[in-house]
């Protein structure tokens, strides 16, 4: 651990780096995906220089890195995602059409084979553009850095947490830059942890003396591979991919293709309770082939390919609680999959950072009038950091409940035991996607939803209400029906 004293020497040969002006608010974030570029930008609103660092060296291009792995598997930006990402970038949805990005209405030109079958298709206008997640995170990247008060620093990674004297405020971050062996310290008024699933917030939290959060974790133990495939135009295809679901408790494989720039295919297949899809080509194909529906691979049986067969296996749902801490120092706070990762089956992710950001943007409203020199009115303020963790708990509660009451559909995953409340919502949300397959107006509200549009009490109000109760009511007299004629039959017809 570095000292402030130690901190302090070192920074005279980092001038560059910290600011000579101490009027000037800054703030530092801590990795440069999707939530750090998203909290960078709403920093801005707030203190006058912001620096991203990441440890991974960032490409000119749009291109995978290391410390983005997923970006090799279907990335979908839900419909809220998107409107948040035009709210904080104008103009990026045209630019998105403009790069060749297709551009989808979800229940018409994006088939879903459910439990129960094909859900209808209709103009819902819950619309997405399709980008490959390597696009999408290099143009809010291009955005970002067109800020001069922004300074994106790649290929460095944050080493540990700097504090005040007694421990009670941080104050900046000691990183180490590629081949320099030197550590450098860089102070600022707020740090933001985005560092990702694998944050290392709680260990430098414990090297200053506070607990780490605790953890909940619910485990589906799904398995992903994906493959890239060279997508030929097709003028009798109204579709621009496709999803074949799982089916709980028995079928356990689903599949999801979607259409990217640069006319590509983007598979990806996945397995629950570790039925896993192989990495090589034909063990993969072989799977594809097992799905529910021939649809994906009818599409891509004879596409060529364009990538290797690439897997992942990091999939549980994790919860660190940060907002339970009772001691958590103030100057720091952290969001995006830091604090809580998704099964990425539902496709919340960069959507639920989205929503993080605008939290706290208005988080940093309300706390700081605005100013030129905001950095003492934050080190004035008491509780920001804590405070702010209990209401990203808030915002997070809906998508983790999405999440994880689809996984514990499977007698196979792991985690806290379901409530009484998730079992009443699995029953529920059961009949709304039988309702869905022959009511559009039921598979618009669960799309709505899907897409974070809107709560899931939206499910709930009185005129969906009614139909879903007497859809179940039609199901239980059904099931009754068949249980007394089989009762009635002899024995041996049964065998
Ligand atoms: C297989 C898979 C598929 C997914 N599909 C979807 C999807 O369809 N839709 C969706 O919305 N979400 C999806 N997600 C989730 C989504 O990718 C993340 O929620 C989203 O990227 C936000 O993550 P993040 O920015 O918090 O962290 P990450 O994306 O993990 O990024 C963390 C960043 O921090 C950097 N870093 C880490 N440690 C340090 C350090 N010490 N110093 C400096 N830099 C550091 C890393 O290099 C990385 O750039 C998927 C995830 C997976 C795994």
Redesign the pocket.
Known sequence: MITDNQASLQLESNDALNSSNSQESSAIV???????LLAARVLLNHFDRVTV????RLPDQPERRP????AS??????AR?QQILEQLFPGIKAELAELGVPQIDWTANFPWFGIHGWMPRFQSNITSFLAS?ALLEWLVRQRLSADDRVTIMSA????QLLANADRSRITGVVLQRDSVEASIPLFADLVVD???????LPKWLEALGYPAPAKTIVNAFLG?SSRWYERTPDQSRDWAGAVIMANPPVERRGGFLMAVEADRWVLSVGGIADDCPPADEQGFLEFVQSLRHPLLYETIKDATPLSPVQS?R??ENCWRHYEKLKRFPEGIIAL???VC??N?IY???????ALSALLLDQALTQTLPLAANQANRINDRHCFSRVFQMQLARLLQTPWMMATSDDFRWETTEGDEPTYFTRLMHRYMEQVIILSTSDLATYQALIEVIHMLKPPTSLFRPQLLRKVLGQWLRCRTKSKDLSRQRAKQPASASL
Not at 67 to 70: K, M
Not at 73 to 78: A, E, K, N
Not at 347 to 353: F, I, K, L
């Open positions: 801590i990795g440069a995906s999707i939530a750090g660092l990441e440890r991974d410390g983005v792995p997923q598997h279907v990335h979908v930006l839900l995602g997640r460095c990674t944050v080493k985005a560092s990702g699933r694998n944050s290392a992903y992942y990091r999939t995006g999959d830091a990762a998704f990425p496709g919340q992710g960069m959507t639920t950072a």
